[in-house]
């Protein structure tokens, strides 16, 4: 599996959740560096089709959503909307200006939150040369947000960014908040893997795992976390988080 050259930091809003049946409404849009230096930020109103979509089409959840943070208002008032072609092409090429001076053969993966369950499908569905850019995997910030959850861990402690029934549901603020949350995800895991600034006990040793039990290890990681939280009281003390 090649590295990515380039993260695609995408969210997208859309009339609903199926991509077969429902509509890219925005797209919000941070390009960056593996190591998450940000390159460009970008996002586009669709629209074009927001006049035929009726109430009944609609889960009444996104009707109230969106008519809250002015994305009904905002697409109904553009005078010219483009049409998503258009868009995806808007997309291919700003990407080209991107990364088609870097020296490497450039390979783009797509990142965000529930980006390989949510974006990536209606990217397959309604932007399929957007699709063929971007290589099949992606990273996910909300399956690590998940699996810390799963170890009995709270992620919210990790990041000072808005929780996700805190955000605005508008693509580039959101896509910016799930950009924060990878950076400091990125932080911790690199702390983690540094032997110089990591507590005793959070690397097992490998020489010796025929011994240790997976409660063991739990354990281990468990409480070398926690050490590695009082080390950082900034960001496990912020309120936001």
Known sequence: MSQP????????????????????????????????????????????????????????????????????RELLSNPEPKPLYEIETEILAWLDDWTSEDTRNPVVSLAGSG???????????HMPRL?????YYVYDVGTIRRFLRLAG????????GKSTDQLAHRALDDIGEHLAEGRD?????????????????????????DDVTIADAV??????????????PAAADNPAA
């Open 115 to 125: 980006v390989g369950s949510f974006d990536q499908q209606f990217i397959r569905e």
């Open 153 to 160: 861990l709270n992620p919210a402690k990790l990041t000072a």
């Open 5 to 72: 050259t380039h993260l695609l930091w995408i969210d997208l809003e859309t009339s609903g959740s199926s991509p077969a049946d429902h509509d890219i409404l925005e797209i919000g849009a941070i390009l960056t560096t593996p190591d998450l230096t940000v390159l460009d930020a970008r996002d586009w109103l669709h629209g074009s089709t927001v006049r035929d979509i009726t109430l009944g089409q609609l889960d009444p959840v996104v009707i109230k959503m969106h008519a809250t943070n002015d994305l009904w």
């Open 131 to 135: 699709a063929e850019r971007l290589t």
């Open 185 to 209: 995800y990125l932080s911790w895991l690199r702390l983690a893997g540094d032997h110089t600034h990591t507590p005793a006990g959070f690397g097992l040793d490998h020489d010796h795992k």
């Open 219 to 232: 354990h281990q990681l468990g409480t070398a976390f926690d050490e590695l939280m009082a080390q950082q």
